[in-house]
């Protein structure tokens, strides 16, 4: 079972590069959402979709765009790179009234020089 | 906004002993879910409380929520190697916002 896959796992970018973080889920869950880990900050929301067309704004949005046009792909897309953004990110689903158990993906390691 | 505090931030245990880590919350908590972080590695989900009082347990992990609905505790009774990780708290947040918050995390080590 392939759940949730993100790539790629690792990325280095320079300053004011942009570039496309990919998540699919092929277990046809609504919800899906974007968290980014920072050392003694825990995840922080970037955005999130409850369903395809749909997308809202989390706690960190700036600088982050995302699209849901199917089901099973929500991408993330950074518009011009910042050293601010080196980060993990971390992609989730989960689906109807258990929308809180959440299905991660295994991250991927962003570097901005 | 809802946040969430755990403590420790860290903790390292010898092997076989039971230990305790805390979420605690600055408003009412409407859901409490616990996550499991391998290190290099996605979360995975542990428990979810909901009602004052509940207390659920997973091998040798035990969750509870207090009365109150604003504090919870991960007990782990005689911790093993494979116990070893960042475990973090979420919570639905109180702005409508269908998507979890995330306490900072306690990173556990567990030496043999």
């Known amino acids: 079972n392939a759940g949730v896959t993100q790539t790629p796992k690792f990325q280095v970018l320079k300053t004011g590069q942009s570039m496309t973080l990919q998540c699919a889920q092929d277990?046809?869950?609504?919800?899906m959402s974007w968290y980014r880990q920072d050392p003694g900050m825990g995840l922080r929301l970037i955005h999130y979709?409850?369903?395809?067309?749909?997308?809202d704004q989390g706690e960190v949005p700036n600088g982050y765009n995302v699209s849901r046009s199917t089901t099973e792909d929500f991408p993330l897309r950074l518009l011009s790179a910042a050293p601010s953004q080196t980060s993990v990110y971390f992609c989730?689903?989960?689906?109807?009234?258990?929308?809180?158990?959440?299905?991660f993906g295994s991250g991927t390691q962003l570097s901005v020089l | 906004s809802q946040e969430l505090e755990q403590s420790p931030q860290s903790l390292i245990v010898q092997e076989g002993k039971n230990l305790t880590i805390n979420c605690t919350s600055s408003?009412?908590?409407?859901?409490l879910y616990w996550y499991k972080q391998k290190y290099g590695e996605g979360l995975i989900f542990l428990m979810m409380?909901?009602?004052?009082?509940e207390e659920k347990s997973h091998e040798k992990i035990t969750a509870k929520l207090d009365e109150k609905k604003q504090q919870s505790s991960l007990h782990i009774t005689a911790s093993q190697p494979s116990h070893a990780g960042i475990y973090l708290c979420?919570?639905?947040?109180?702005?409508?916002?269908?998507?979890?918050?995330f306490g900072s995390g306690t990173r556990l080590q567990v030496q043999p």
């Open positions: 989730a689903s989960s689906y109807g009234q258990s929308r809180e158990k959440l299905f």
């Open positions: 277990m046809n869950h609504e919800y």
């Open positions: 979709s409850v369903g395809a067309g749909i997308t």
């Open positions: 408003k009412t908590l409407y859901g």
């Open positions: 409380l909901q009602k004052g009082g």
């Open positions: 979420g919570a639905r947040p109180d702005t409508g916002r269908r998507a979890l918050t």
